[in-house]
């Protein structure tokens, strides 16, 4: 069936650093990527998305690129906070005709103070 | 306006034991969801429901019924407990599928432990 990898499972980094988190899709008739990010005991809640016909978005420290030709996207967050410290997941929409998301398995950005 | 509420928050059950799980949302949405969240293996989808009186599954349906009998409500049914059931449960709404208006809500959670 189709599939979202996404990479890495985990992601340490320092304070003030930039943080990637990349995902792959099966899909070529994938059209809307979105990210959701889920701090230790809450709800997963949307942070960015995107759409097949923009290649770039931007939302103060966080951005997401998507490539279709190699049919993956990617998460940045720049100069990082203990508050960004969470998991994150990245999702595609799937066809068929519902059209409902499949998520990877998440990463876990850890932002060392 | 709640969002998304599921009940109950904790559950503890033997195997073999049979419960339900209530996901309801005040919002209109003609999409519903439920997930389980198991370390590791991040949302996985057991079930899904496009409206009213229709319910489809998804990647984890095994063990597991639903009902989608009222708009606002979408009911997960364990019928026979079994440890590997013991997941994070995350029920979720949206108001269409598909690239228009798909943006998740998602509830609280409901953790359940399976002995």
């Known amino acids: 069936g189709e599939n979202v990898e996404q990479h890495p499972s985990t992601l340490s980094v320092q304070e003030g650093d930039s943080a990637v988190i990349k995902c792959t899709y099966s899909?070529?008739?994938?059209?809307?990527f979105p990210w959701y990010k889920q701090e230790l005991g809450k709800r997963p809640q949307l942070i960015i998305d995107?759409?097949?016909?923009?290649g770039e978005k931007k939302d103060q420290r966080i951005a997401v690129t998507l490539n279709k030709t190699a049919k993956h996207f990617s998460l940045h967050i720049t100069e990082t906070q203990p508050e960004d410290s969470a998991v994150y997941f990245c999702?595609?929409?799937f066809g068929g005709g519902s059209y409902i998301p499949t998520f990877g398995r998440g990463t876990s950005l850890i932002v060392h103070p | 306006n709640a969002g998304v509420t599921q009940t109950p928050k904790f559950r503890v059950l033997k195997t073999g034991q049979s419960m339900t799980l209530l996901c309801a949302q005040d919002?209109?949405?003609?999409?519903m969801y439920w997930y389980r969240q198991d370390p590791g293996m991040g949302l996985r989808l057991i079930h899904y429901?496009?409206?009213?009186?229709?319910?489809a599954k998804g990647e984890v349906p095994d063990g597991y019924n639903v009902s989608r009998l009222k708009k606002q409500n979408f009911l997960l049914g364990l019928e026979s407990a079994a440890p590997s059931q013991t997941s994070v449960y995350f029920c979720?709404?949206?108001?269409?599928?598909?690239?228009?208006?798909?943006?998740?809500?998602f509830g609280a959670g409901s953790r359940l432990t399976v002995l």
């Open positions: 979720a709404s949206s108001l269409q599928g598909g690239s228009g208006a798909n943006v998740l809500t």
């Open positions: 899909d070529s008739a994938s059209n809307y």
């Open positions: 995107i759409r097949s016909n923009v």
């Open positions: 999702g595609a929409y």
């Open positions: 919002m209109n949405h003609e999409y």
């Open positions: 429901s496009v409206g009213e009186g229709t319910t």
